[in-house]
C-alpha cells in the first residue's frame, strides 16, 4: 500500500458495523449473475460533470458585448434603409438612417473596445483576413461599413450646415463618392447585422451552438426591427413608409425565425430561452414586436402612434439580442446542457449504425 504525506490530514474513517445474519447489498445489478448470461464488470455510469463544474467555460463577455450585438444590427439595418431612401428619392429619410446608422456603429465600436479593453486589440484584428474566423471576417465588416457610411454622412453634414465644413478642394470628390458609398454601406449592412449571429453560434456554447443553422435569420430580423423602428421614431410621417414597410417585414420574420429556431433546436438546449431573465426578455420582445408591428400597419401615419411603435419596435429589437446573449450564458453555467445533448446525439448516432468512427463506439 502506498502513502502520502496528505494522509495524516484525512479523518478516521469509522469502522463499519454489520448486523448479524444480514448480507451485503448488491447496487445497479452490479456483480449480479445467474451464470448463463455475461455479467456487468462495472455498474453502469451517470456522469454529468466534474464536482458540478461546467463543462465548457462561460464565455468571458460582460453587457457590452450584449450592446454591441444590438448596435450592430441598428447600424446594419439603418444602412440598408438609408440605400432604399436614396434610391426612392427620400432625403429626410435618407439623411436620417444614415446619421442613425453611423451613430449606432460609433457606439457600438465604443462597447467592443470597452470590452477588448484596449484599442489596439481591436486593430490587431486588422492585420490578418482569415474567412474561417468569424471574428476576422466580422472585423473587415464593421471597418469597411463604418468607412462608406462615414464618406455618405460627412455629405448629409455639409448640407446641413448650409456646406460650412471646411473641406476645400475635397468637396467635388465627396460629391461623386457621397452616392456610391451609401450603396456600398447599404450592401455591407446586411452581413454586419448577421455576422454576430455566426460569432455566437460557433462557440461552445450549448445553446448558441445549438441554434447555429438559424441563429442568423433571428438577427437579421430583429436588425429590420432597429432600423425601421428607429427612422419611425426621428423621421416624419410623410416619409416613413419604406420603414413601415421594413417594420413589418421584420415583425412576421422575427416571430416566425425565432419559432423556427427553437423548433430545431435540442429541446433541452431551447430552456434557457424559456426561463429566468433571459425568458422575460424574449417573451416581452414578441410582445412588442407585435404591438409595434400592429402600429406600423394601423396607424403609421399619425405622428404620435408612427413614434410609439418605433420605440416599441426598437426595444423588441433590444430585448431579442440580449434575452439571446444571456440565454447562452446561462446554458454554459450548467453541465445539463452541455451532456444531455450529446448523450442524445450520441444515441441517434448508434440508432444509426454508425459505430465505427472516433465519436460513437459500440452499444
Known sequence: MTSSEFDSFRPPEPPRKRRRGSKP?????????????????????EFTSYYGHPVVKPAPWGHEVAAYLFLGGVAGGSGVLAAGAQLTGRPTLRRNARLSGLTAVALGGVALVADLGRPDRFYNMLRTFKVTSPMSVGSWILSAFSGALGVATVGEVDRMTGRRLPLGPLRPILSAVEGPAGLGAGLLG????????????????????????????????????AASGLAMVTTPTSEIGPARTLA?????????????????????????????????????????????????????????????????????SAFTR??????????????????????????ERRAKGITDDSITTGG
Open 322 to 347: 440580449f434575452g439571446v446573449f444571456e440565454a447562452g450564458i446561462e446554458s454554459a453555467k450548467d453541465p445539463r446542457y452541455t451532456i444531455e445533448p450529446q448523450k442524445r446525439r450520441l444515441a
Open 190 to 225: 446586411p452581413p454586419l447585422a448577421v455576422y454576430t449571429a455566426v460569432l455566437l453560434s460557433d462557440t461552445a456554447t450549448p445553446t448558441w451552438n445549438a441554434a447555429y443553422r438559424d441563429l442568423p435569420f433571428v438577427f437579421v430580423s430583429s436588425a429590420s426591427l
Open 248 to 316: 413589418t417585414i421584420g415583425v412576421v420574420g422575427d416571430l416566425a425565425a425565432m419559432k423556427y429556431t427553437e423548433s430545431r433546436m435540442d429541446p433541452v438546449a431551447a430552456e434557457p430561452l424559456h426561463h429566468g431573465s433571459p425568458g422575460k426578455l424574449l417573451r416581452w420582445s414578441e410582445r412588442l414586436a407585435v404591438a409595434g408591428g400592429l402600429g406600423a400597419v394601423l396607424g403609421g401615419r399619425s405622428r404620435p402612434v408612427a413614434v410609439a411603435s418605433g420605440l416599441a419596435l426598437l426595444t423588441a
Open 25 to 45: 447489498k448488491r447496487r445497479n445489478g452490479f456483480g449480479q449473475g445467474d451464470g448463463t448470461r455475461e455479467m456487468m464488470m462495472v455498474p453502469e455510469p
